[in-house]
């Protein structure tokens, strides 16, 4: 049985049957989202227990597509896609659970939902690079008609951005893997062998360009300092499960790359610029949490923690690929990287639920004009600290692993940077406590004291990500486990 | 064991889920869970008396090293023992106090939360595990300040409170990465590595310790967090978190020796006179008790820098039962009249004796007046101090200030000007209950030195015969100190006729000699004496409200100004992100269109034009063909 | 292959081949049949059967496409007729797309001319059009070079200016002739001067002549010559007619010429060029990459302020000639410039068409080509809007659609070929392009109903066109492998 | 005595002068008639190769007669055309027509 | 011919015809123009005679004389001004039209008097005008089928456009809205 196909195919074809759907049945639209992400999960969770830890890129399926090309239907997994799959499908889920734009869920919003979701699936599951590209740009396009459908006010200027940035950063890309398939004897797409040949391998300038070509594509998707300027604005202007996948699953899609396109088979070119990468990613950390701090807006401020968070998987992955770095140090600064990307989307994922329910029952999601939450809505408010203290780094929550493993692997290579990197810690701390303090403690006025509480559904499609933090948080080995880089990254 | 390692952290862990999944049944419930939480400890110390050592880990990250754990040895099992005993007494006193509150579950399960991760902390096994508790205490620190939903101090008292620690927790991060990289371990017990390496070690551990022992400069965020609920500042604020920073020090012996220690013995020596000078200018019991704590603190940093751990540990548990108790009590005076303001306070004690007789006790010990507790573990920091002439002074002018702060607000809660009221509050007993447990171990903990040294085998205690003269001098003049200038003669005299302080002071022989002192002074009558020893406590004064005004305005505000420069920083980015390079992009996208516009000009509608364009275009090209054909 | 005939053996000889290579000019012949006999039964049948020459047009140009691959799989490639006719990968790609794009195009304008006065004779023109397109493509002489570049401009110019009484067509048209013609005089110039360095208009022959001949002759005779092949293909900057011409032609019109024309132009380029100057003589492939750089970025930047989208679609097909304009830049320096132009030319073709085809029904719905007129079409015709953006995108080059592997392809021959600054310039370009096609799609899409509007009376053949054309534009791209296979296997029988 | 510099001369001059009145012209007929004439100094010139470089050239010959062709019918078309617009338009000025641009 | 033969038809034909071209486009009179237009192709003719293509001479005298007369009919029956009696300026843009136009001519005259053009072989004559018709209907076959194609069109073409009001006697085609201004 071709699980993988599976999982990556039952979202496309139900996106496609949306439009078929008979518009009486109100439900129906959801419904089939939720079928098709089931069954997306069952597949996965097959895969997940069929996975070999010890092995690398495993459970390939493969059917030829262009041969001419030597394009081909290819798709595998190692602990990283497994790790990011299994992240996309749970969100999904969420979001779906969740809804977009008017309820319940309409067949169009749906189609897009299953359309970004199987092109997700298919990017971090693929193994051709034509897949992997045709799955980049699919999600592109998903996600800006999710945003310029049921975003908010300034929806239309936010998708544009979106689109026009993510354009920008995808075209490099794909010069990058044509450049990589013409280097590679005889030509091929195959993400495997690319991987294994590294036909750019020791040659000077061309490899520093392709490298060039694909970092600035996955760069401006992290996003890093200064390709960051679309964030904000497609965050906050997007519908509560668009962020939530924006940020949970489609900033993945820039870290994925960076650790499987330019560490993976441009090693060599990437010792050279580790530590300028590293530097811009520490750029991002700090600069995403100075943002941060100055925001007002709830969702701008978790957009710009975003940049901090994902500035440290860019410290991961560039401290991995410097030349110094042991090889202890390596595997934990990948593994972080990693689990730093599915922490990161769990955690964030939640804290967009929040900020989305927050501006369903209050209207605005200004903190300057919000005080003393936690009175009408307790649950809710607890849960907001909870995920606050999770986007911190508590210890307990899903995120200190991760970025503690950051931490030790860079600081193999480049104390320094380690050092000034947890520096953003506390960054994020004082803004996110900020932004309780404001928001969720003092005085209570009066319009805002008769709020509901956390609904059902809210709960539904919030909860279940709240506790896969804690338990990833208590016990990360639950995932790392999987991710175990050391099976799958070459030395280098 | 191991088991028992593992009840410790998670019986309470269990009870405060329990009160939390069971509100109503919160009182129960909890004093079951705090008195269970408790044994487990006990048997954890006699364990380790028997000489018994245990851990028990596991590999939490896969990376080889990097286990996280729990380990029974002699310092942990002591601390444990202690916080447990602590936490129990205050537990079991909150039950009372929180009685007539509708949130308390809330209150009492996060305090048993509390309890959980310091057990963990002081049971931990690596620094791995040590860092994870480490935290958790500090994010439970911060909820249980801002539990109070009244108070505005309390959310930016919690907010403060978290992150100054956290701050200082960088240096325990970069210690952890650097002992790490350097060694590949993170286990207790291994000698520091040389170099810059060993430097950031070092650096890191002691600046954690001072964020979470709030030494100066940190210790500033001691005084906000008391806007918390009074047990919980007697729990976390006094007697155990605060300690941990005493803890990793004596815990790090082995990474720390040398410089570091030294580093830490001067903050320690310098904190203890400054928050001395900060305690006595407070107006709020609370706070002059915060300052107290950072004070006594300092004095363990001293101990652990210059006497070894079981100096420190020592002072750590006598410190621990009096100023726990003096903060239960405090909590009994909150709740007659309704606040902790001293002015609010005044009278206070006489109207609750009891629990003014505690509050008298427990600051007896604290004040180092033998032969209570804290008297005998301050005179080996003493002792310890003497040979380092500096120490000895800073740590002598604290004794002397303790003395001094804590006779001001003793004398307040007994005058009679106050108001008389006592609310009768429901859960009195189980709070006179919790004072007086503490009360009790304040006078006899004073025994415990010897164990101690014997349970952690370490050298005898030191003590020396100046140490133990300076000692009794030191709070006497500290006392005189208070009582001479602030109380002008004649109220004095009036106070002294009426027998004010013979009541309460005949009870306690310590303070006798200072009132005969004070009677002398006064029949002497003598105006350039007066006026001398007016002058001594003046300089005094101004240092301790310039201290206090540093507290409250330099310091805060350097604290604030750091914050603010950071939000400023923060705006400006923002502001450059807005104006720089999103205007950046947008300006290219404005630079297209307008170039597009510019290009339709060159679509004039006129044929002529876009014939002789053409030509002209198809000339250009030739003659670039040419020149590329030719060079 | 003869550089000249001038004896009774040669005329002989080549009678004789003629006959046996009949059958490789099969398409040519369809065509050309079309034509004569359209105009037979535009003189014979009655006005209400006038609309059965359509039919008869459009079947005799999709049996040309037939016939062409009958060619290629049966008889495989020749050059016939002593060399002045060369029907190879080239040819009879170009054939193939005509014939089906000719047809698309006649379905599209049947509604436009069904009744009208001379409705026989415009489709007779559109398969003359199509003959001299296929001719253009398969010249491998000078004088029928200049033929059919002469013919495919005069039917065209004929066919923009149908509508007789419109203004616009009347200027359109006019201008389309006079830059045509003054361009295609500038061709024939230059060609003269080849013939006289080669002795021969065989472009055979000249290739064996031109790397020798000195440079300066050389250099000027080329440049009159891309004005010729230039203005056919829309290339800057021989395009100023393209925008008016577009604008002011009945839209099917206006489709043909931004496929089929345009297409005949780029092929012609890419025969004659390598053909006339094998082995980068002069450096003609870094000449036409600038051209291509040149062409594709003022064409972007053109489109963006444009709210015609007639307009907007022409600059975007100017835009789209500087991207096919890569693989042709490609072909001396890369085995895969050929199979990168054959593949995008393919693409394009289903993709504007569609494009056209969209803005024809909103057009006859909505009777403005105003972005204004697109607002809320997905509510109105969800089908409408999805090919709208489907082709859309497929011309922005988003992936799995036609115009991405296109892109692909001409990316990946220009990195082969050392140019990998113009493929960057190409991706600059992409994102500019982003711009304009957004600004059609999203008020379509995004924005609700403005106000309720009469439906027109559906149009069979614009619906069929339209269904046939998106289609091709998502096909093309999700099965790609027959076409990039075909691609793949195009050859070129003299020159790269 | 004639040389085939001297032809080619000539072409071009006659070349020139065709295209100054394609550039020049305001009426329509005379643009074309500036075509005619670009037309016959492409022929001129090979003319000019067939009597001093390429006597054997009879493709040559031929694509003179191609260009003879080539006059008539786009003269034959042009002339259709300012009809055409004659008629609805009053006027063949090519400086009317500027209602398409931008 | 021999060469002192071509020359003394050459240079004053050469001459006529470059002077005549030019004083198409200076002249008022679009008539004028046209009957000068005719006078510089005929002599084009003759120039082609006096290069020894004897075919091609007559052949473009005989075309000129034929299409001219038509052009010239053209002219009076739709220019304003036929006759060129007011005088009227045809031209725009005249200074940088001519400068462009000079320049490419001068140009191309540069280049073309300085290459190295092949020279003739020597001691081959010219073949006889049959050879012409030899290729005419031997290689270049398709291409003359091709421009019989084109003259066809053209004819179609032209009685499309020229004519209004077709053969079923209605109205020739009105523009289609395209919503920016009524046609």
């Not at chain 1, 070999?52 to 081909?72: F, N």
């Not at chain 2, 630079?591 to 516009?597: D, E, M, Q, V």
């Not at chain 3, 230059?190 to 022959?205: C, H, I, Y």
Request: aromatic fraction near 8%; charge should be positive.
């Amino acid at each position: 049985m071709p699980w993988l196909s599976l999982a990556i195919a039952v979202p496309l074809l139900a996106a496609a049957a949306c439009p078929l759907l008979p518009r009486r049945l109100a439900q129906a639209p959801r419904l089939l989202a939720l079928a098709a992400t089931a069954v997306s999960a069952a597949a996965l969770a097959v895969t997940w227990a069929r996975f070999d830890t010890g092995k690398g890129m495993q459970l390939v399926e493969h059917a030829r597509w262009i041969p001419t090309l030597d394009v081909s239907w290819r798709v595998g997994v190692d602990g990283m896609s497994l790790a990011l799959a299994a992240l996309t499908v749970v969100l999904f889920v969420a979001s779906i659970l969740y809804g977009v734009g008017p309820r319940p869920l309409t067949r169009a919003a749906a189609g897009m939902l299953l359309l970004l979701e199987g092109a997700t699936l298919a990017f971090f599951l693929a193994q051709d690079f034509v897949v992997f590209y045709v799955a980049f740009d699919v999600t592109l396009v998903a996600m800006y008609f999710l945003i310029a459908l049921w975003g908010e006010e300034h929806r239309r200027y936010a998708a544009l951005k979106f689109f026009l940035y993510t354009l920008i950063g995808s075209l490099p890309v794909l010069l990058g893997i044509i450049a990589l398939y013409l280097t590679a004897e005889p030509h091929t797409f195959n993400m495997t062998r690319l991987a294994a040949e590294q036909p750019l391998a020791g040659s000077g300038l061309g490899a520093s360009l392709v490298f060039l070509a694909f970092f600035i594509g996955f760069a401006i998707k992290t996003p890093i300092v200064p390709f960051h300027t679309w964030l904000p604005a497609a965050h906050v202007e997007a519908p509560t499960s668009g962020s939530v996948l924006l940020a949970g699953v489609l900033l993945k899609l820039g870290g994925y790359g960076l650790i499987r396109v330019n560490l993976q088979m441009l090693p060599d070119a990437f010792a050279k610029y580790a530590l300028a990468v590293a530097l811009l990613g520490l750029v991002s950390a700090l600069y995403g949490a100075l943002v941060a701090l100055a925001q007002t807006d709830l969702k701008r401020l978790i957009a710009y923690t975003s940049v901090n968070h994902m500035g440290y998987v860019v410290i991961g992955v560039a401290a991995a690929a410097a030349t110094g770095i042991s090889q202890r140090g390596r595997e934990l600064a990948i593994d972080g990287a990693v689990l730093q990307m599915v922490a990161h989307g769990l955690v964030t994922g939640t804290l967009f639920f929040i900020a989305g329910i927050l501006k369903q029952r209050t209207g605005t999601r200004d903190l300057r004009q919000l005080s003393g939450l936690l009175r009408p809505m307790p649950v809710y408010g607890s849960l907001v600290a909870l995920a606050f203290f999770a986007s911190l780094g508590l210890p307990g929550l899903a995120q200190f692993p991760a970025e503690l493993q950051i931490f030790l692997g860079t600081f193999d290579v480049w104390p320094a940077v380690a050092a000034v990197t947890v520096v953003g810690i506390v960054i994020t701390a004082g803004l996110f406590l900020r932004a309780l303090q404001r928001a969720f403690m003092g005085d209570v006025p009066d319009r805002l004291a008769r709020l509901p509480d956390l609904a059902r559904r809210e709960a539904i499609a919030v909860a279940p990500l709240a506790v896969l933090f804690i338990v990833l948080g208590l016990y990360p080995r639950l995932v790392l486990d999987v991710i175990k880089s050391a099976s799958w990254l070459v030395g280098g | 064991m191991a088991v028992l390692l593992w009840l410790t952290v998670g019986l309470p862990l269990l009870g405060a889920l329990l009160v939390k999944a069971a509100p109503s049944r919160a009182r129960p419930l909890t004093v079951a869970a705090a008195v269970a939480s408790a044994v487990p400890p006990v048997v954890l110390l006699v364990a380790a008396a028997d000489g018994r050592r245990a851990t028990s880990g596991f590999r939490w990250l896969p990376t080889a090293g990097l286990d996280v754990g729990l380990r029974l040895d002699a310092l942990s099992a002591a601390v444990s023992a202690t916080v447990a005993g602590i936490g129990l007494v205050v537990l079991l006193y909150s039950v009372g106090y929180f009685a007539d509150d509708d949130r308390r579950a809330s209150a009492l399960a996060g305090l048993l939360g509390f309890l959980a991760v310091m057990q963990g902390l002081v049971l931990a096994d690596g620094y791995l595990a040590l860092l994870v508790f480490w935290e958790l205490v500090g994010a439970a620190s911060a909820r249980l300040i801002a539990y109070s939903r009244d108070d505005p101090q309390a959310a930016p008292g919690a907010v403060r409170a978290f992150l100054t620690t956290r701050s200082a927790d960088v240096g325990f991060y970069v210690a952890l990465l650097a002992l790490f990289s350097a060694t590949g371990s993170i286990a207790f017990g291994q000698g520091r590595p040389g170099g810059a390496v060993g430097a950031l070690v070092g650096i890191g551990l002691v600046v954690a310790a001072m964020g979470k022992s709030a030494q100066a400069p940190l210790q500033t965020w001691l005084s906000g967090a008391m806007a918390g609920p009074t047990p919980v500042s007697a729990l976390l604020h006094s007697a155990t978190m605060v300690a941990a920073g005493v803890y990793l020090l004596v815990r790090s012996e082995s990474l720390l020796a040398g410089w570091p220690l030294d580093v830490a013995g001067w903050v320690g020596a310098v904190t203890a006179v400054a928050a001395a000078g900060i305690a006595l200018a407070q107006r709020d019991l609370k706070r002059v008790l915060a300052g107290s704590t950072a004070s006594q603190l300092g004095l363990m940093f001293v101990g652990a820098a210059a006497g070894g751990p079981a100096v420190a540990v020592f002072h750590l548990v006598t410190h621990a039962a009096g100023k726990a108790g003096l903060f239960l009590a405090a909590g009994v005076f909150q709740h007659d009249r309704d606040s902790t303001d001293l002015d609010e306070l005044r009278g206070a004690g006489r109207d609750d004796r009891r629990a003014f007789a505690g509050f008298a006790l427990c600051a007896l010990s604290i004040a180092a007046v033998p032969p209570l507790a804290a008297f005998w573990s301050k005179d080996h920091i003493t002792a310890a101090a003497e040979p380092r002439t500096a120490w000895f002074v800073l740590v002598l002018l604290s004794a002397a200030g303790s003395a001094a702060y804590l006779l001001r607000p003793a004398l307040i809660l007994w005058d009679r000007g106050g108001a008389g009221r006592t609310l009768a509050a429901a859960g009195r007993r189980w709070m006179l209950a919790g004072v007086a447990t503490l009360a009790a171990a304040s006078v006899v903990a004073g025994v415990l030195g010897e164990p101690l040294v014997r349970l952690l085998q370490a050298p005898p205690l030191p003590t020396s015969a100046l140490s133990i003269a300076l000692s009794l001098v030191a709070p006497v003049v500290g006392a005189l100190a208070v009582l001479l200038p602030l109380r002008p003669p004649r109220l004095l005299a009036r106070a002294a006729d009426r027998g004010l302080y013979a009541a309460a002071l005949q009870r306690w022989v310590v303070v006798l000699p200072t009132l005969a002192l004070s009677r002398w002074l006064r029949a002497a009558d003598d105006h350039r004496l007066d006026r001398a020893v007016d002058a001594i406590p003046r300089p005094a004064l101004a240092l301790s409200l310039l201290l206090r005004g540093a507290e409250d305005r330099g310091l805060d505000r350097a604290v604030d100004a750091v914050a603010q420069g950071g939000v400023a920083a923060a705006r400006g980015s923002d502001w450059v992100e807005r104006r720089g390079i999103d205007a950046a992009v947008d300006g290219l996208a404005v630079a297209i269109g307008r170039s597009g516009s510019e290009s339709r000009r060159l679509q004039s509608g006129r044929l002529y034009e876009y014939l002789r364009d053409a030509v002209l275009g198809a000339t250009a090209i030739a003659l670039i063909v040419a020149l590329t054909a030719l060079t | 292959m003869e550089p000249n005939g001038g004896t009774f053996q040669q005329a002989e000889q080549a009678e004789h081949m003629m006959v046996s290579e009949l059958p490789w000019l099969a398409p040519i012949g369809a065509l050309t049949l079309a034509a004569i006999l359209a105009i037979v039964l535009a003189i014979t049948l009655p006005r209400r059967r006038q609309g059965l020459i359509g039919w008869w047009v459009g079947g005799m140009h999709l049996a040309a496409a037939g016939l062409a691959a009958w060619v290629w799989l049966d008889r495989g490639f020749k050059a016939t007729m002593s060399g002045t006719i060369v029907i190879d990968g080239l040819t009879l790609a170009l054939a193939g797309i005509v014939g089906v794009s000719g047809a698309v195009c006649i379905a599209l304008a049947r509604p436009v001319v069904a009744g009208s006065d001379r409705e026989g004779e415009f489709y007779a023109m559109v398969a003359f059009a199509s003959l001299a397109a296929v001719m253009l493509g398969a010249a491998g002489d000078a004088g029928l070079l200049a033929l059919a570049l002469a013919a495919t401009g005069l039917a065209t110019f004929v066919l923009t200016g149908y509508l007789r009484r419109s203004a616009r067509a009347n200027e359109a048209s006019i201008k389309y002739y006079i830059f045509g013609t003054v361009s295609g005089a500038a061709m024939v110039y230059g060609l003269s001067w080849w013939f006289g360095l080669a002795g021969s208009t065989s472009f055979d022959a000249i290739g064996q002549a031109l790397p020798d001949a000195p440079t300066a002759a050389v250099i000027a005779s080329t440049a009159l010559l891309l004005a010729g092949l230039g203005y056919k293909a829309a290339l800057v900057p021989f395009h100023f007619w393209t925008p008016d011409a577009y604008d002011g032609a009945p839209l099917p019109v206006a489709a043909y010429l931004s496929v089929v024309s345009k297409l005949a132009g780029l092929f012609a380029l890419a025969r004659v060029l390598p053909m006339a100057l094998p082995g980068d003589t002069v450096g003609w492939s870094t000449a036409i990459a600038v051209i291509a750089a040149v062409t594709m970025t003022l064409g972007n930047i053109a489109a963006v302020p444009q709210r015609n989208v007639v307009r907007l679609l022409a600059y975007s097909s100017i835009a789209q000639s500087g991207y096919i304009l890569m693989g042709v830049a490609a072909l001396t320096g890369s085995d895969l410039g050929l199979p990168a132009l054959v593949y995008y030319a393919m693409a394009y073709a289903a993709t504007n068409l569609a494009a056209f085809a969209v803005v024809q029904a909103v057009q006859r719905e909505r009777h403005s080509v105003d972005l204004d007129a697109f607002r809320g079409l997905g509510r109105d015709h969800p089908w409408w809007t999805a090919a709208l953006a489907l082709s859309f995108l497929s011309l922005l080059g988003l992936p799995p659609l036609a115009g991405f592997f296109g892109k692909l392809e001409v990316f990946k021959a220009a990195i082969d070929a050392h140019q990998a600054w113009l493929a960057a310039i190409a991706v600059v370009n992409s994102v500019i392009s982003l711009y304009y096609y957004l600004r059609v799609i999203a008020p379509a899409v995004l924005d609700s109903r403005t106000a309720a509007r009469a439906r027109a009376k559906s149009a069979v053949p614009v619906g069929a066109a339209l269904a046939v054309t998106t289609v091709a534009t998502v096909a093309f791209g999700v099965a790609a492998e027959p076409l990039l296979r075909l691609s793949d296997h195009a050859r070129m029988l003299v020159g790269s | 005595m004639v040389s085939l510099p001297v032809v080619l001369a000539a072409g071009a001059v006659m070349f020139g002068i065709g295209l100054y009145g394609a550039l020049g012209q305001t009426n329509t007929i005379m643009v074309i008639m500036g075509v005619e004439l670009m037309l016959g100094a492409a022929m001129l010139n090979v003319v000019g190769f067939l009597r001093y470089s390429h006597p054997h050239g009879t493709s040559g010959n031929f694509f003179v007669l191609v260009v003879m062709t080539l006059m008539a019918v786009e003269a034959a078309v042009g002339f259709a055309l300012v009809v055409s617009v004659f008629r609805h338009r009053r006027t063949a000025e090519v400086d009317d027509l500027t209602d398409l641009k931008g | 011919m021999s060469d002192l033969a071509t020359a003394i038809v050459f240079w004053p034909a050469a001459a006529l015809m470059l002077g005549t071209a030019l004083y198409v486009f200076i002249t008022s009179s679009m008539a004028r123009a046209g009957l000068l237009l005719l006078a510089s192709l005929g002599v084009e003719g003759l120039v082609f005679l006096a290069l020894a293509s004897e075919f091609l001479g007559f052949l473009q005298l005989l075309m000129m004389s034929g299409e001219m007369v038509i052009m010239v009919f053209f002219m009076v029956m739709f220019m304003p001004d036929p006759g060129g009696l007011m005088g009227m300026d045809m031209t725009h843009d005249k200074r940088r039209s001519a400068s462009v136009a000079i320049a490419i001519a001068v140009g191309l005259a540069v280049v073309a008097v300085l290459t190295d053009w092949p020279a003739r072989v020597a001691g081959t004559d010219a073949p006889d005008v049959r050879a012409i018709g030899y290729e005419v209907m031997g290689r270049s076959m398709v291409s003359f089928l091709f421009a019989a194609m084109t003259i066809l069109l053209a004819m179609v073409g032209g009685v499309l456009l020229a004519k209004h009001g077709g053969r079923f006697g209605i109205p020739a085609p009105a523009g289609e809205q395209r919503g920016q201004e009524n046609d």
